[in-house]
């Protein structure tokens, strides 16, 4: 894409965007960029954790690393080496159209979701919010931007239970996680529960039950190109794809860090945790989905953070549901998405009714998974 074109398209992290995202204080910490001279510390720190395990793996055979190295020491190496492996080149593509999306201006999306309180309308949230690259308290913040124009309670909803995990980079690092068959599955149930969710919040609204969108009612005045017309627009040039690269890397920083902290908790937990205790504590019963729930619930991590833990529910305690539970619980109990969602709907009744219509959702639907796979 040419600087023409780029001169004709908004980012999409504008500065009104920025606005919204700092008012309705959407992200904590672990999605604001560092401040300006100072190293990202979760990054960098993550970094050197994840290139020394690495590197630990590739220096010693690996027929000799359990005699050479500390048995914590050995496993951590292996872990490393094993998720950077299997994660390095969804981060790549995940680059690329984190880069691509860039350039499509934001009202442009806000124009697809449709007329709120429909079935078109959900079905458009929720692919929306599966095509936005962003983790999940990234999407939050774009999320409560989509309220503040205008869209129904139960599109802001569906669209945020249906993206945070479901990313494109996040699906091609489960791709080599778990497997496609699975990965595919899991998108399928979350898209499910996203349009039952906003659906109930509708009809909840529809009945007085919970509040209307203030911001419905208001004339939306921002013109924008329609998707077609940012297509056509669109000119290959050097200058442009190199643009779209650096572009990509610095909108994916947030997915970056939280990758490589995952990788870091991850490998820490093979390390430190015995294999027995997965199987035993979090294994495909009732008893290890409920304690699966307790823990997407406490452990505080972006989405991007919570998918290699995600990866060894389902590859060392062979719970599929569980792995399921752990990904979507996290975000439907994520207490910096309820109460943003309490501040920008100024109600208590919304924001609590995403967990309690969510949740006994997941659990059953993690049941069936545990059976299933057993």
Known sequence: MSNGDKSKLTSSCSDADHKAHTDNAAASDCCAPAAKGRPDVLLWGSLIFVTLGYLTYLTFP????????????HHYAQ???????????????????????????????????????????LFRATGAGVLLDLCSHGILAVGMKLYERGASTGQVIAF????PWNSLSLTLILFGLIGVSWTML???????????????????????KLPVNPYSAEV????????????????????????ILKEGFQGAKMVIRWALFGIVLASLIRALVPADFFSTWFGPTAVGLLLTLLAATVIEVCSEGSVPIAADLMNRAVAPGNTFTFLMAGVSTD?????????????????LALPLITIPQVLVLGYILNVAGA
């Open 62 to 73: 690996a027929d000799e690393q359990s005699k050479a190295l500390p048995h914590w020491l």
């Open 79 to 121: 872990g490393s080496f094993e998720l950077m492996n299997a994660m390095w080149w969804g981060l790549a593509i995940g680059i690329i159209f984190v880069g691509l999306i860039g350039r499509v201006p934001r009202e442009t999306v806000t124009q697809l979701l449709g007329k709120g309180g429909t079935w078109s309308g």
């Open 160 to 163: 945020l239970v249906a993206s």
């Open 186 to 208: 899991f998108i399928l149930l979350s898209l499910i529960i996203a349009l039952i969710t906003g659906w109930c919040f509708d009809r909840l609204v529809a009945n007085g």
């Open 220 to 243: 939306r005045n921002q013109p924008a190109p329609s998707l077609l017309t940012v297509l056509r627009g669109a000119t290959f040039s050097v200058q442009g794809s190199t643009a």
């Open 335 to 351: 207490y910096t998405e309820i109460m943003t969602i309490r501040d920008t709907a100024r109600s208590w009744k919304v924001a």
